[in-house]
């Protein structure tokens, strides 16, 4: 038997049809504008402090099964509400598998508006649960009759609301997600993975709402590397969760890191808010190109469709030759033909990309 022959019988079906997440390798000299990074790197003061943290770390051990000190600094940093727990997770990817894990049986439904974030979908999929994605209006708004058609029908175990959405940039409005909280039979995650970039967050009205939990990632801040997120929720909830969560997740160094890197919170907030005030110079700009049309966005990125002398495709290509990454969308979703997500960058990486963009809409 050879061994394509061995793993067709051996590896479940869904999976052999299945892609791999695509993250695809930059070369050091691209402008990086495909994966919502922080393209600010950390001061090398800072980078200073946090080799001697990891100097000084044993990596003969294993990490902590919980740290409340490390959890105490997380909720400091990050508003988490007294009375809240929490449950860390190898990124917010992490933590999503372990809520579907501990809330679907083979079969229960998973719910979300979409498009949103991708791997809402394969971790359902992955862990045997059966998902439904709720489609956004034309105008890729939040079709709030269709979810809570939705929500009657299917009777969900999990809901992810993506705050704001990605890849679209929506922020949903409250009396909307109020709607889908009360509607919801099950748990509610709210993942607030670009919070930081929008101005708002469910965060203090948490334990408010008894079947709410709030998802974050340190990623988007300026710590993408740590693969670090949290997940905020009443002690009952995550307790459940933490039952699933595999034994020493966050390892020595991602801990070290962060206990340095909270102390400086104040300038992960001040590179959000320039990444924030960035962020419309550079739709206007788009949105002043021929055949261009910029959907509002709370994120640290933009979302264009391209429908003028090139498609979304070509300019995807012709970038990708002058050394500029975007994220290309147009064969994610009928809703995003022609789209191209765009990671707001620092001042000169967009100039360069503005440039190149005009150069290509030119007559």
Known sequence: MTPADRIARTVRADVLAQTAYPVAP???????????????????????????????????R????????????????????????????????ELIHLLVQACCAPGDTVLSPWPSFVYFDMAARFDHARFVGVPLTAALELDLPAMLAAIAAHRPKLVFLALPNNPTGGLWPDEAIQAIVDAAPGLVVIDEAYQPFAGHSWMPRLLDHPNVVVMRTVSKIGLAGLRFGYLAGHPDWIAQIDKVRPPYNINVLTQAALRVVLREKALLDAQAARLRADREPLAQALAALPGVTVYPSAGNFVLARFEGKLDGNAVHLALKTRKILVKNLSSAHPLLANCLRISVGAPDENTALLAALKELSSP
């Open 26 to 60: 930059a070369a050091p000299d691209v402008i990086k504008l495909d994966a919502m990074e922080c393209p600010y790197p950390l001061p090398d003061r800072l980078r200073q402090e946090i080799a001697q943290a990891v100097a000084g770390t044993a990596l003969n």
């Open 62 to 93: 294993y990490p902590g099964a919980d740290d409340p000190e490390l959890k105490a600094q997380v909720a400091h940093a990050f508003g988490v509400p007294s009375g809240a727990a929490l449950l860390f997770g190898n990124g917010s990817d």
